[in-house]
């Protein structure tokens, strides 16, 4: 148990579906992040959020829609999604995003399977 | 740009055989050193945050070194279960938190 739960799981969604990825953390955290895991790369990081607001997109495309209603929860919103874009999101959370040297803490992950 | 190189790619030792992993990385500013493991279809586990040069930090049979250039992580004596990916993240004073920069990990494997 890290602190960060992730649902669900697993999904499988087609290229036309809308689906949702939900993350709730449980540390008293003010910042949450969403990356994403390729097979043989680097996490690479999506959205940030401080306090409730947006303060990074790393280019992400616009079918991938973040929510943020408070410090404690976290949604990726999925629209028309492409094949390549199968992969495990981890949300994450930490004390804060500005600081420096604050150590972020990770879900176990959603494994999104586009067919 | 912040960069972290992690080596060797996979690793595969037998039980009780001592060995290091690495990871190199170029930052502008060091703020912190992290890393992780991470089991086949689960989120990574935090293990340590180094923060200067010299720094060294043990957790049962995991140690972490930081010297200028490169963080080690040496396992002693490795039991089956420390096989996972362990990934090195470092994050430069260009940004807080989320400008952390992962490497692409090592897989251990340790064989009984």
């Known amino acids: 148990e890290t602190g960060v739960t992730q649902t669900p799981r697993h999904l499988v969604m087609g290229m036309t579906n809308k689906k949702s990825l939900k993350c709730e953390q449980h540390?008293?955290?003010?910042?949450m992040y969403w990356y994403k895991q390729s097979a043989k790369k680097p996490l690479e990081l999506m959205f940030v959020?401080?306090?409730?607001?947006?303060?990074e997109n790393n280019s992400v495309p616009s079918r991938f829609s973040p929510e943020c209603p408070n410090s404690s929860h976290l949604f990726l919103h999925l629209h028309t999604l492409q094949p390549e874009d199968s992969a495990l999101y981890l949300c994450?959370?930490?004390?804060?995003?500005?600081?420096?040297?604050?150590?972020?803490?990770f879900g176990e992950g959603s494994w999104l399977t586009v067919v | 740009e912040d960069q972290v190189t992690q080596s060797p790619e996979a690793l595969r030792l037998q039980e009780g055989e001592s060995s290091s992993l690495n990871c190199s990385y170029t930052?502008?500013?060091?703020?912190?050193l992290f890393w992780y493991r991470q089991d086949p279809g689960k989120g990574p586990e935090f293990l340590f945050t180094?923060?200067?040069a010299g720094e060294e930090k043990e957790k049962e049979r995991l140690k972490a070194t930081l010297t200028k250039k490169e963080i080690f992580l040496h396992i002693t004596a490795p039991k089956p279960e420390d096989s996972a990916t362990y990934l090195c993240?470092?994050?430069?004073?260009?940004?807080?938190?989320?400008?952390?920069?992962f490497g692409k990990g090592t897989k251990l494997t340790v064989n009984p």
């Open positions: 994450a959370s930490s004390q804060d995003g500005w600081t420096g040297g604050n150590t972020i803490y």
């Open positions: 540390l008293g955290h003010n910042a």
């Open positions: 959020y401080n306090f409730k607001e947006q303060t």
């Open positions: 930052v502008s500013g060091l703020r912190g």
């Open positions: 180094l923060y200067s």
């Open positions: 993240a470092v994050q430069g004073a260009q940004g807080g938190s989320e400008k952390l920069v």
